[in-house]
């Protein structure tokens, strides 16, 4: 089975700071998806950035990106230049190639951004 | 932000009561998703749905059920609602094929007191 490991419960950064939220993941296959997701306080959950294991180069997504490192399955999630909007949890999440769409979530990481 | 959409917001509803949660999405996706998430905890699948007239448990054992009788709607019911069911249930949908994003609704906050 496949298992997601945040092990940061809280972070905070200041304004206009760099963070780095971890993510480690488990399993056997070779095929997936990883993928992260903001909550924000009493608001939905949006996706900020996926990866597809098979590719080498790292997403990015404006001031998001991951470092994705296969052979250690981890998956780190890079904020630059914090904004006070980026409050929120954050849950990593993984995803079987031809699982129809199944996400295994992590168990969050809170983050504060601080003025 | 995305077009699904849950109702009630926040239930509080006595032991052994029968309740539905709602879930309606306007964008036409086939994949609808149910998830049971405790305060500050992960978000674990308990139902989901590729289409109408199709339903499956999730990873997580969960005593309520679901329906999907029309691609937009995917309700899910407790027939006799306890204590253990509080907790916070989120709705989703994705389009079919390939990976595309999961849109997430606001969530429904059930107490059971």
């Known amino acids: 089975a496949q298992t997601v490991t945040q092990s940061q419960p809280e972070m905070s950064v200041q304004e206009a700071e760099t963070v780095t939220l971890s993510c480690t993941y488990d399993?056997?296959?070779?095929?997936?998806?990883l993928f992260w997701y903001k909550q924000p306080p009493s608001r939905q959950m949006i996706l900020v950035i996926r990866?597809?294991?098979?590719?080498?180069q790292n997403a990015t997504e404006n001031r998001f990106s991951v470092n994705f490192q296969k052979a250690a399955k981890s998956f780190s999630l890079k904020i630059s230049d914090s904004q006070l909007g980026d409050t929120a949890m954050y849950f990593c999440?993984?995803?079987?190639?031809?699982?129809?769409?199944?996400?295994?979530f992590g168990q969050g990481t809170e983050l504060s951004v601080k003025p | 932000e995305a077009d699904i959409y849950q109702t009630p917001r926040y239930l509080v509803i006595g032991t052994g009561k029968k309740i539905t949660l709602e879930c309606s999405q306007t964008?036409?996706?086939?994949?609808m998703y149910w998830y049971q998430q405790d305060p500050g905890m992960e978000l674990h699948l308990i139902h989901y749905?590729?289409?109408?007239?199709?339903?499956e448990k999730g990873d997580l054992s969960s005593e309520s059920t679901v329906s999907r009788i029309r691609t937009e709607h995917f309700p899910l019911t407790l027939e006799s609602a306890r204590p253990s069911h509080t907790s916070q249930y989120l709705c989703?949908?994705?389009?079919?094929?390939?990976?595309?994003?999961?849109?997430f609704g606001p969530g429904t906050r059930l107490t059971v007191t």
């Open positions: 964008m036409g996706h086939d994949k």
């Open positions: 399993t056997s296959e070779n095929n997936y998806y």
């Open positions: 989703a949908s994705s389009e079919s094929g390939g990976v595309y994003e999961q849109y």
């Open positions: 990866q597809e294991a098979y590719k080498q």
């Open positions: 999440a993984f995803m079987r190639y031809n699982q129809g769409g199944k996400l295994i």
């Open positions: 749905s590729y289409g109408v007239n199709s339903t």
